[in-house]
């Protein structure tokens, strides 16, 4: 009797849910709303920067122990897009040559990854005002035997550099000049760095700044630089304005405040 009154009351409770429920997901004319969309809604109307960047070009951007993507170019660009009234920014990890490709299909907004600005490049994306100069640099193990001070000594070796670089190009443009170099491109800096520290290859051609923190956590060294007063810039699509003309001034105003001096002091102090 008594699990009988029980049986009851639950199945009245379950009505009674049911049609609260119901009440609630006929609400707005007809239209269904699932828990699902609602938490879809609340996303969409908070304001994320999608920002690609290719992480293995430390300190610029790197993959810390606990997995997050991080370095200046990350700092870097979520103070730019607090001051530019975005919430929050997402990291989307890319090989360095696939970033132009997901900006201008629109998968990202913006890429921040040491992008040195170029002319070729220039006629696909659009680049912020310049936020960083860097040279290249010839790294090779500490023990080497051979220790190739310029791009010319560069001649009979096996030299690792990243896909779609600026050291790819300048590399390549060497050969064609007639210098013998077996290039050898990696999808990524940091696999390049470990087959230099491997033996499988002689130097790896890199931006000094990227090389000197190589350095400090690889048995290499940099034995030459070579002078190609590269400047960094962030990239947005072609014809994106609204979002360049944002950023150039945030840029402007944050490389003029005293955090853009303890950004700098936290990854090259
Ligand atoms: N500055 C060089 C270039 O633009 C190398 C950049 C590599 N960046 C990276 N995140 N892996 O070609």
């Known amino acids: 009797m008594a699990s009988k009154t029980l049986i009851a009351g639950i199945i009245v409770l379950i009505i009674v849910v049911g049609a609260v429920a119901y009440y609630f997901m006929g609400k707005g004319g007809g239209e269904t709303y699932s828990p699902t969309t609602t938490t879809t809604t609340t ?78 490049r220039a006629q696909q994306v659009d680049f912020t005002i310049p936020y960083w100069q860097a040279d290249q640099a010839i790294l090779v ?42 290039i050898k491109v990696y999808t990524s800096y ?25 350095e400090k956590t690889y048995p290499v060294t940099i034995s030459g630089v070579i002078e190609t007063g590269e400047k960094y810039g962030l990239a947005v699509q072609k014809g994106n304005t609204e979002l360049l003309n944002a950023l150039n001034n945030a840029l402007q105003q944050f490389m003029n405040s005293p955090e853009w001096d303890q950004l700098i002091q936290k990854y090259f102090g």
């Open 43 to 120: 996303t969409a109307q908070k304001k994320v920067l999608k920002v690609g960047t290719s992480p293995d070009f430390p300190p610029f951007e790197y993959i810390a122990e606990n997995g997050s993507i991080v370095g200046f170019d990350i700092d870097l660009v979520r103070h730019l897009a607090k001051m530019i009234g975005y919430d929050d920014i997402e990291i989307v990890s890319i090989d360095f040559d696939g970033l132009i490709p997901a900006l201008q299909q629109g998968q990202i907004d913006v890429i921040a990854a040491g992008m040195t600005i170029t002319e070729e």
């Open 141 to 182: 193990r500490n023990d080497s035997d051979v220790k190739p001070a310029s791009a010319e000594e560069l001649e009979g070796l096996t030299v690792g550099v990243q896909q779609g670089t600026t050291a790819q190009s300048y590399l390549e443009d060497l050969v064609g000049n007639g210098t013998n170099i077996n």
């Open 190 to 214: 940091v696999l390049a760095v470990q087959d230099l520290v491997n033996g499988r290859i002689d130097a790896v051609v890199v931006d000094k700044p990227v090389a000197q923190t190589f």
